[in-house]
């Protein structure tokens, strides 16, 4: 597409040749600075307006004429068009925060799933139609330019979509804040199938450009690694410490704004770039040693390179530890040194910020702001403890041990030496307290001590950002309940009051009225202006569910964002959504406890009914199975079951027997942007992990929001899915997680509910006899052998009692005008998954940060 030349008549039969108006001088030392004032007069708000600007945009910025430009060329040149537009609101906002020095948040995180930009950016200007009327006047048609955009690598999954969902909301709430991350030169891997098995490629998504981001290498901070510590005498006689690395490299920073929806408000996320401190050594080169004379310039750039580094071997998690320290040190020196006023009193820190770590990736940010404060500040140990423990909040984001990271003690103090010692100090006193409180209890001291002895020396990352921080937050109400019950217990009993919950929320702005405008116009027209601000206010569509013609608008709605998909999967991937076919739809990152295995044994179920005859074909109900999924490049058994689901869908697709009523489809390297386009059009959403396993989950809330009923256990967030919408409108299933543990408590033996169950049995076989693999019986013995034998996600335990849901699911699905009314009221009790909430609830909660203006 980028290579296609222009061919369209040119705005007013003339090309601008208009001079750029000079950029305008700044008021501060700091010119690159986020809070640093440069006041700018905005572009003219108008049709012809921005036809001026877009067209010296395109030849000046791009160095093109309109009819010899690209498609990118265009793309290019909008962008930075529609950026013009945000930038007086971003500097005044800069002015503002800098002059009222109002409290703030440092958002911490190692992902930011930002999906494109320019959609956003449209709608938060309100220039959505100007822009398409004068792309028009020039022969471009907006849709060929929105299509060009690559989404930023930047994450993985819900992590990284909802921190970006939270930086949206707080401008949107003109709350002061700076996103922290890091500028991945390639996002996590572009994935590809291969004979229906996963293939990573890299994810190259600066390769046409970033129009959206602004380098600052002049305000480039410095970050060590290595070496080693030495005591000192400093001139007051006290004896001290400092920290002599062996190596450096310099953090670069990158910023995308950030706009509030239509209110002004535009805030800054940074990410840091690693380069060398010497890229190039010119004497090496000379002397023919090409590849050393760069060696140091490698070194440094693979920090940022790649988003999470496969960490199965020592240098993978070194580099990942590497990564983590780079952000958060970069980000902690950025505010402290550039943000505040030189003459900012450091005990009132608390007061003017709050650093909120996102998971336990940025934890070690914490024993690094004590090495700024004692270190380069030379406060008091026991005073920049007290400052630390104000400036730190900590959200939990799993329940699996697994996943709370744990970094040995060889590592951190080979890497990050004064960090060690620092958090050895921490730990000796948090221990002293928790004796002081409960005698010398050893189990508890051990149970609770931030170092591990077994199976290695090492840190709890998760039990130090608890002791530092000043709250600890679960994503949703059962989360929440289990971190104090079952995962930090000691901790909880330790530190009454620090728990909290704050249930995750999504952007209604992306996942609705962009990735939905035909819902969002139904609504406008039913409940009027407003509700994408405020979105409780979806409950005054409740009595339309009673409305027949309501009903069929809606119904008309969902069939169009259908047709939607349809056009772009064609496109995309080169398959195809059955007219009149129910889409059943799992999309989520790919993991055993999320149990994709259990929808492909419901898939094969209904397969083998109509292979054996026990139910015609014609009888089924029409089903098309979307899943979107990655797995892990090391993660063996997730991309065995990627294989697997391929070669169902494969199978399923080309057997006649069926009539075309299954289908299954799974297109590669699923993105926010595709996420747009499948969320709006599914009418079933599948959340079927194991209770007790999944945090919260995001997708659950943008798939009710947009009119899909739910399928699922009583996990996460779906517990207060169904509570709201309703347990008629929600297809519960699963044991709960008391159950779940009994189970596992008494010992869990899989086989048995395969011996016990002929359809799960007939599933089983199937996989295992080579139906699905060309008559090849080991192909995926791993994914059988592991249900029978291990199952650690009970896939089988729950089976029966999901195939008796999805019984349920047809039933209901044969009376659209009852399916409708659901659908409604899943639209209109789910406000309270909006991202606003949950930032109205940090701050109330945790941050204690209204609005500055």
Same mark, same amino acid.
């Given at each position: 597409?980028?290579?296609?030349?222009?061919?369209?008549?040119?705005?007013?039969?003339?090309?601008?040749?208009?001079?750029?108006a000079?950029?305008?001088?700044d008021?501060?030392?700091?010119?690159?600075?986020?809070?640093? #004032?440069?006041?700018?007069?905005?572009? !003219?708000?108008?049709?012809?307006?921005?036809?001026?600007?877009f067209?010296?945009?395109?030849?000046?910025g791009?160095?093109v004429?309109l009819?010899?430009?690209?498609?990118?060329?265009?793309?290019?040149?909008?962008?930075?068009?529609?950026r013009?537009?945000?930038?007086?609101?971003?500097?005044?906002?800069? +002015?503002?925060?800098?002059?009222?020095?109002?409290?703030? &948040?440092?958002?911490?995180?190692?992902?930011?799933?930002?999906?494109?930009? #320019?959609?956003?950016?449209?709608?938060?200007?309100?220039?959505?139609?100007i822009?398409?009327?004068?792309?028009?006047?020039?022969?471009?048609?907006?849709?060929?330019?929105?299509?060009?955009?690559?989404?930023?690598?930047?994450?993985?999954?819900?992590?990284g979509?909802?921190a970006?969902?939270? &930086?949206?909301?707080?401008? @949107?709430?003109?709350?002061?804040?700076?996103?922290?991350?890091?500028?991945?030169?390639f996002?996590?891997?572009?994935?590809?199938?291969?004979?229906?098995?996963?293939?990573?490629?890299?994810?190259?998504w600066l390769?046409?450009?970033?129009?959206?981001?602004?380098?600052?290498?002049?305000s480039?901070?410095?970050?060590?690694?290595?070496?080693?510590?030495?005591?000192?005498?400093?001139?007051?006689?006290?004896?001290?410490t400092?920290?002599?690395?062996?190596?450096?490299?310099?953090?670069?920073?990158?910023n995308?704004?950030?706009?509030?929806?239509?209110?002004?408000?535009?805030n800054?996320?940074?990410?840091?770039?690693s380069?060398?401190?010497?890229?190039?050594?010119? +004497?090496?080169?000379?002397?023919?040693?090409?590849?050393?004379?760069?060696?140091?310039?490698?070194?440094?750039?693979?920090?940022?390179?790649?988003?999470?580094?496969?960490?199965?071997?020592?240098?993978?998690?070194?580099?990942?530890?590497q990564?983590?320290?780079?952000?958060?040190?970069?980000?902690?020196?950025?505010?402290?040194?550039?943000?505040?006023?030189?003459?900012?009193?450091l005990?009132?820190?608390?007061?003017?910020?709050i650093?909120?770590?996102?998971?336990?990736?940025?934890?070690?940010?914490? !024993?690094?702001?004590?090495?700024?404060? &004692?270190?380069?500040?030379?406060?008091?140990?026991? @005073?920049?403890?007290?400052?630390?423990?104000?400036?730190?909040?900590?959200?939990?984001?799993?329940?699996?041990?697994?996943?709370?990271?744990?970094?040995?003690?060889?590592?951190?103090g080979?890497l990050?030496?004064r960090? =060690?010692?620092?958090?050895?100090r921490?730990?000796?006193?948090?221990?002293?307290?928790?004796?002081?409180?409960?005698?010398?209890d050893?189990?508890?001291?051990r149970?609770?001590s931030?170092?591990?002895?077994?199976?290695?020396?090492?840190?709890?990352?998760?039990?130090?950002?608890?002791?530092?921080?000043?709250?600890?937050n679960?994503?949703?109400?059962?989360?929440?309940?289990l971190?104090?019950d079952?995962?930090? !217990?000691?901790?909880?009993?330790?530190?009454?009051?620090?728990?909290?919950n704050?249930?995750n929320?999504?952007?209604?702005?992306?996942?609705?009225?962009?990735?939905?405008?035909?819902?969002?116009? =139904?609504?406008?027209?039913?409940?009027?202006?407003g509700?994408?601000?405020?979105?409780?206010?979806?409950?005054?569509?409740?009595?339309?569910?009673?409305?027949?013609?309501?009903?069929?608008?809606?119904r008309? &709605?969902?069939?169009?964002?259908?047709?939607?998909?349809?056009a772009?999967?064609?496109?995309?991937?080169?398959?195809?959504?059955s007219?009149?076919?129910?889409? $059943?739809v799992?999309?989520?990152?790919?993991?055993?406890?999320?149990?994709?295995? =259990?929808?492909?044994?419901?898939?094969?179920?209904?397969?083998?009914?109509?292979?054996?005859?026990?139910?015609?074909?014609?009888?089924?109900?029409?089903r098309?199975?979307?899943?979107?999924?990655?797995?892990?490049?090391?993660?063996?058994?997730?991309?065995?079951?990627?294989h697997?689901?391929?070669?169902?869908?494969?199978?399923?697709?080309?057997?006649?027997?069926?009539?075309?009523?299954?289908?299954?489809?799974?297109?590669?390297?699923y993105?926010?942007?595709?996420?747009?386009?499948?969320?709006?059009?599914?009418?079933?959403?599948?959340?079927?992990?194991?209770?007790?396993k999944?945090?919260?989950?995001t997708?659950?809330?943008?798939?009710?929001?947009?009119?899909?009923?739910?399928?699922?256990?009583?996990?996460?967030?779906?517990?207060?899915?169904?509570?709201?919408?309703?347990?008629?409108?929600?297809?519960?299933?699963?044991?709960?997680?008391?159950?779940?543990?009994?189970?596992?408590a008494?010992?869990?033996?899989?086989?048995?509910?395969?011996?016990?169950?002929?359809?799960?049995?007939?599933?089983?076989?199937?996989?295992?006899?080579?139906?699905?693999?060309?008559?090849?019986?080991?192909?995926?013995?791993?994914?059988?052998?592991?249900? =029978?034998?291990?199952?650690r996600?009970?896939?089988?335990?729950?089976?029966?009692?999901?195939?008796?849901?999805?019984?349920?699911?047809?039933?209901?699905?044969?009376?659209?005008?009852?399916?409708?009314?659901?659908?409604?009221?899943?639209?209109?009790?789910?406000?309270?998954?909006?991202?606003?909430?949950?930032?109205?609830?940090?701050? $109330?909660?945790?941050?204690?940060?209204? !609005?500055?203006?």
């Amino acid at each position: 597409m980028g290579r296609d030349r222009y061919r369209g008549p040119v705005a007013n039969s003339v090309e601008t040749t208009e001079t750029p108006a000079p950029e305008p001088a700044d008021g501060g030392p700091n010119r690159s600075h986020p809070l640093a #004032l440069a006041p700018v007069s905005s572009p !003219p708000v108008s049709v012809d307006g921005f036809v001026r600007e877009f067209l010296r945009e395109l030849n000046f910025g791009q160095g093109v004429a309109l009819s010899a430009s690209t498609v990118n060329d265009q793309y290019l040149a909008l962008a930075r068009t529609v950026r013009h537009y945000l930038m007086a609101r971003w500097l005044e906002t800069m +002015r503002r925060q800098k002059e009222t020095q109002a409290k703030g &948040v440092a958002y911490l995180s190692a992902e930011y799933l930002l999906g494109r930009q #320019l959609g956003n950016a449209l709608l938060a200007t309100d220039l959505t139609d100007i822009v398409a009327d004068g792309l028009a006047q020039c022969g471009i048609d907006i849709a060929d330019l929105r299509a060009q955009e690559v989404e930023p690598g930047l994450g993985n999954g819900g992590l990284g979509r909802l921190a970006a969902c939270f &930086v949206d909301s707080l401008a @949107t709430m003109s709350v002061p804040c700076i996103g922290y991350g890091i500028r991945y030169e390639f996002g996590i891997f572009r994935q590809t199938f291969v004979d229906g098995r996963q293939v990573e490629q890299p994810d190259s998504w600066l390769a046409l450009g970033a129009p959206w981001e602004f380098p600052h290498p002049d305000s480039a901070q410095e970050v060590s690694f290595g070496g080693h510590t030495e005591t000192y005498t400093d001139s007051d006689g006290a004896e001290r410490t400092r920290w002599v690395p062996a190596w450096t490299v310099q953090a670069v920073p990158y910023n995308y704004m950030v706009p509030g929806y239509q209110n002004g408000r535009v805030n800054t996320l940074r990410l840091w770039r690693s380069v060398a401190t010497e890229r190039f050594d010119l +004497r090496i080169f000379n002397s023919g040693d090409y590849e050393e004379a760069v060696r140091s310039q490698t070194f440094a750039e693979n920090i940022s390179k790649v988003l999470y580094p496969e960490d199965s071997t020592p240098q993978g998690k070194e580099l990942r530890l590497q990564q983590q320290y780079f952000f958060v040190a970069a980000s902690i020196a950025d505010f402290l040194e550039d943000v505040l006023p030189e003459d900012f009193d450091l005990t009132k820190l608390p007061e003017r910020i709050i650093f909120q770590l996102n998971d336990t990736h940025p934890v070690i940010a914490v !024993p690094e702001l004590m090495r700024v404060l &004692v270190d380069e500040k030379g406060l008091a140990w026991d @005073t920049a403890w007290e400052i630390t423990k104000g400036c730190f909040a900590y959200t939990c984001h799993t329940l699996l041990p697994e996943a709370l990271e744990v970094w040995s003690v060889e590592l951190l103090g080979r890497l990050l030496p004064r960090h =060690l010692e620092i958090i050895y100090r921490i730990n000796e006193e948090f221990l002293e307290e928790v004796r002081e409180r409960f005698g010398d209890d050893e189990l508890r001291i051990r149970r609770m001590s931030i170092i591990a002895e077994h199976p290695e020396r090492s840190v709890r990352m998760a039990y130090l950002a608890t002791v530092a921080g000043s709250k600890v937050n679960g994503v949703a109400e059962l989360h929440s309940q289990l971190l104090r019950d079952k995962v930090l !217990p000691d901790f909880n009993e330790f530190y009454p009051g620090k728990f909290t919950n704050v249930t995750n929320g999504i952007t209604p702005r992306r996942f609705v009225r962009l990735a939905n405008p035909g819902l969002s116009e =139904l609504i406008t027209e039913s409940i009027g202006v407003g509700w994408l601000t405020d979105l409780e206010r979806l409950r005054e569509l409740e009595p339309f569910a009673a409305d027949e013609e309501f009903r069929a608008r809606f119904r008309e &709605v969902k069939a169009a964002n259908k047709r939607r998909l349809h056009a772009v999967l064609t496109e995309r991937d080169g398959v195809s959504v059955s007219d009149g076919h129910m889409l $059943d739809v799992m999309v989520k990152r790919l993991h055993e406890y999320k149990r994709q295995t =259990l929808k492909v044994l419901h898939i094969i179920t209904q397969y083998n009914r109509v292979v054996s005859g026990e139910v015609a074909a014609a009888d089924l109900t029409p089903r098309t199975f979307i899943f979107g999924a990655k797995a892990a490049p090391g993660y063996k058994m997730a991309k065995d079951i990627i294989h697997l689901i391929n070669a169902v869908g494969s199978t399923v697709n080309n057997d006649e027997r069926l009539e075309g009523r299954l289908k299954v489809i799974f297109p590669p390297n699923y993105n926010v942007t595709l996420a747009e386009k499948v969320i709006p059009a599914a009418d079933l959403s599948e959340q079927i992990s194991l209770a007790g396993k999944e945090a919260s989950g995001t997708g659950n809330m943008k798939f009710a929001l947009n009119g899909a009923l739910t399928i699922g256990t009583d996990d996460g967030a779906n517990v207060e899915i169904r509570q709201l919408v309703g347990d008629e409108n929600f297809f519960l299933f699963g044991m709960l997680e008391p159950e779940v543990e009994a189970l596992q408590a008494a010992g869990y033996v899989p086989s048995s509910y395969y011996e016990s169950n002929p359809e799960l049995r007939r599933a089983i076989d199937a996989i295992a006899s080579g139906v699905f693999s060309g008559g090849d019986r080991h192909m995926f013995d791993s994914v059988v052998g592991n249900l =029978l034998q291990e199952d650690r996600f009970l896939a089988l335990a729950d089976y029966a009692a999901y195939i008796e849901a999805q019984d349920k699911v047809d039933a209901a699905y044969a009376d659209q005008e009852e399916w409708t009314r659901a659908a409604i009221l899943n639209v209109a009790r789910s406000g309270f998954f909006s991202s606003d909430r949950s930032m109205r609830d940090y701050i $109330d909660r945790i941050w204690h940060t209204p !609005p500055a203006f």
